[in-house]
């Protein structure tokens, strides 16, 4: 079956520093790759997605490119804030029914910045 | 811009007893979902629906059912309530198989 594998953390940056959040997947066939991300008593927000191999996702200054050939999407950013404290889900589509039963979440990154 | 909105936001329930959280998406999706997100477990699907009145089994249905009679609400219900549901709750919906998802606030739901 499918699967999600990363890095749960917590993760502890300073301010302005370089993050990446390592995000690894099994999956069959060709699946949409997504980051989602969790701000405290929210739902999950989608921060960026790929669909394809070698497409590069970005948003609000992060990136993930998805390696098909290392079935990876990490998650980087080169300068982060505090206001980036949240936990960060990798996810893809692409079940049995053919990504009509939602997505497969990784257990979450939770990311902890200090001024 | 209300987008995915889910009732109540938090209950406390007695084991055994009954409760419906309600979703309700004013979007026009087709595909909704109910998961519940545990410490260290990330989130886990429940019931889904591809639209109004089909749903389908998830990776952890039992003790729950759901119901869809209308397109625009995702029913989740708890016949007996037991300690170990107690999580949170998240709906989300999305308008054709392989879109993102769009998730609700969630309800925080504590069995005692």
């Known amino acids: 079956g499918n699967s999600v594998t990363q890095m749960e953390g917590p993760v502890t940056l300073s301010e302005e520093a370089f993050l990446t959040i390592n995000c690894t997947y099994t999956a069959t066939g060709y699946p949409s790759l997504f980051w989602y991300v969790q701000y405290p008593g929210e739902g999950l927000q989608l921060l960026l997605k790929a669909t394809k191999a070698d497409d590069k996702g970005s948003n609000k200054g992060f990136e993930a490119t998805y390696r098909k050939e290392t079935t990876s999407f990490h998650l980087e950013k080169g300068s982060v804030q505090v206001s980036d404290s949240a936990v960060y889900f990798c996810a893809l589509s692409s079940g049995p029914g053919g990504g009509a039963d939602g997505l497969t979440f990784g257990k979450g990154t939770h990311l902890i910045i200090q001024p | 811009n209300a987008g995915v909105t889910q009732t109540p936001k938090f209950r406390v329930l007695k084991t055994g007893q009954s409760m419906t959280l309600l979703c309700a998406q004013d979007m026009n999706h087709e595909y909704m979902y109910w998961y519940r997100q545990d410490p260290g477990m990330g989130l886990r699907l429940i019931h889904y629906s591809v639209g109004e009145g089909t749903t389908a089994k998830g990776e952890v249905p039992d003790g729950y059912n759901v119901s869809r009679l209308k397109k625009q609400n995702f029913l989740l219900g708890l016949e007996s309530a037991a300690p170990s549901q107690t999580s949170v709750y998240f709906c989300?919906?999305?308008?054709?198989?392989?879109?993102?998802?769009?998730f609700g606030n969630g309800t925080r739901l504590t069995v005692t």
């Open positions: 989300a919906s999305r308008s054709v198989w392989n879109s993102p998802l769009h």
